[in-house]
T-cell receptor, first 112, second 115 residues
């Protein structure tokens, strides 16, 4: 597609529920990144994919967070047993080679 | 370890005035440096980047930034602010020579432009 797309744009969930956030990178971009943007912590790196593998998942805050990427394209970030502190905007970015990262519009997650 | 400090979480200028947003980095080796802009409810858009060429980098929308190794700084400037420049600006670094490419962001500076 023309740019990175993310869905849903907004997600409201109850504490303890699981959520899945989706990222569609720009076609042909082999690198994919997830970041989290929150008032208290600013912009934080979560995980990096090169193709379908994740050589750097050091930013995932707990084992409730996981992500996968299939077919070298779409990625899903899953948060299990959501907590209120998970409320944030989750941003996805993709990159081809060593070029710039292109960001999607984000998914705003609110945990009640 | 990489870290980025943006001095001033909020900057206000009048339309037509100089914009100066400050960014300092901490890294054992000069990193790649970036400035991103974020408009409300949108993702991040790259304004400009420094990799290894000229130390004065020109970006979109009339912005530019100068890499100063001696000061470990990469301040963003624009000679004349426009109302449409009101947004949040993020300075970021990535580790030179790393294929991982993860970005380390500053806390952001909210720019307000007064008419």
């Amino acid at each position: 597609g023309a740019g990175v797309s993310q869905s849903p744009s907004n997600k409201v969930t109850e504490k303890g529920k699981d959520v899945e956030l989706r990222c569609d990178p720009i076609s042909g971009h082999t690198a994919l990144y997830w970041y989290r943007q929150s008032l208290g912590q600013g912009l934080e790196f979560l995980i990096y994919f090169q193709g379908n593998s994740a050589p750097d998942k050091s930013g995932l805050p707990s084992d409730r967070f996981s992500a996968e990427r299939t077919g070298g394209s779409v990625s899903t970030l899953t948060i299990q047993r959501t907590q209120q502190e998970d409320s944030a905007v989750y941003l996805c970015a993709s990159r081809r080679g060593e070029g710039e990262q292109f960001f999607g519009p984000g998914t705003r997650l609110t945990v009640l | 370890a990489q870290s980025v400090t943006q001095l001033g979480s909020h900057v206000s200028v009048s339309e037509g005035a100089l914009v100066l947003l400050r960014c300092n980095y901490s890294s054992s080796v000069p990193p790649y440096l970036f400035w991103y802009v974020q408009y409300p409810n949108q993702g991040l858009q790259l304004l400009l980047k420094y990799t290894s060429a000229a130390t004065l980098v020109k970006g979109i929308n009339g912005f530019e930034a100068e890499f100063k190794k001696s000061e470990t700084s990469f301040h963003l400037t624009k000679p004349s602010a426009h109302m449409s420049d009101a947004a949040e600006y993020f300075c970021a670094v990535s580790k030179r020579g790393s294929t991982l490419g993860r970005l380390y962001f500053g806390r952001g500076t909210q720019l307000t432009v007064w008419p």
